[in-house]
T-cell receptor, first 113, second 117 residues
Framework: QQQVKQSPQSLIVQKGGISIINCAYE??????FPWYQQFPGKGPALLIAIRPDVSEKKEGRFTISFNKSAKQFSLHIMDSQPGDSATYFC????????????FGSGTQLTVLP | DTGVSQNPRHKITKRGQNVTFRCDPI?????LYWYRQTLGQGPEFLTY????????KSRLLSDRFSAERPKGSFSTLEIQRTEQGDSAMYLC???????????????FGPGTRLTVL
């Protein structure tokens, strides 16, 4: 059962543009929502994360917007650069002993120079 | 390099053979996770260790899979009687449990890519 749905599957953006990736979740017990960036041949790396008690978190060019009532959250990459070209995964986890991450299916972002 | 390391990086095996992967977490990290990632998909949780204790296993982890973390340091993941459906990237992650509650960050290794012929 897929508990975190991510879209789009792929995204092409011009350099300097805004990249937007969306995720929706089903399990209301989720209380931690990270975004991971993965380059080919590498493991995922944490980019930014948010808790449901805030609606937005910004770190540099990366912003998470969170809508608790709609059970949706999104990643915005401002001033997208070719170096941002990678696969992005949203994830969610439940407070508890394991904190295992449930990942979305990923978005392959290509930023054209 | 003080990150999570995994060996081997690539493994090609024939169906029916046994394979073992190793993960060395970031030192002092007491939590260790194994995930499996197939092409075009996000990682899927397999199992979790707190120190040397295996505390949770996914239903994805069939009885052909076994994981250990002796002495709470490195971990091994063994797959017995491999099947073509086992072909995937096996990722290891580690984290440090926060002392005052909160959320720990999982740091991933580069993964071991398994191909079963």
């Amino acid at each position: 059962q897929q508990q975190v749905k991510q879209s789009p599957q792929s995204l092409i953006v011009q350099k300097g543009g805004i990249s937007i990736i969306n995720c929706a979740y089903e399990n209301t017990a989720f209380d931690y929502f990270p975004w991971y960036q993965q380059f080919p041949g590498k493991g995922p790396a944490l980019l930014i994360a948010i808790r449901p008690d805030v609606s937005e978190k910004k770190e540099g060019r990366f912003t998470i917007s969170f809508n608790k009532s709609a059970k949706q959250f999104s990643l915005h990459i401002m001033d997208s650069q070719p170096g941002d070209s990678a696969t992005y995964f949203c994830a969610a986890s439940i407070r508890g002993s394991a904190r295992q991450l449930t990942f979305g299916s990923g978005t392959q972002l290509t930023v054209l120079p | 390099d003080t990150g999570v390391s995994q060996n081997p990086r690539h493994k090609i095996t024939k169906r029916g053979q046994n394979v073992t992967f190793r993960c060395d977490p970031i030192s002092e990290h007491n939590r260790l996770y194994w995930y499996r990632q197939t092409l075009g998909q996000g990682p899927e949780f397999l199992t979790y260790f707190q120190n040397e204790a295996q505390l949770e296993k996914s239903r994805l982890l069939s009885d052909r899979f076994s994981a250990e973390r002796p002495k709470g340091s490195f971990s091994t993941l063994e797959i017995q009687r491999t099947e073509q459906g086992d072909s995937a990237m096996y990722l290891c992650a580690s984290s440090l449990a926060p002392s005052g509650g909160g959320t720990d960050t999982q740091y991933f290794g580069p993964g071991t890519r398994l191909t079963v012929l």
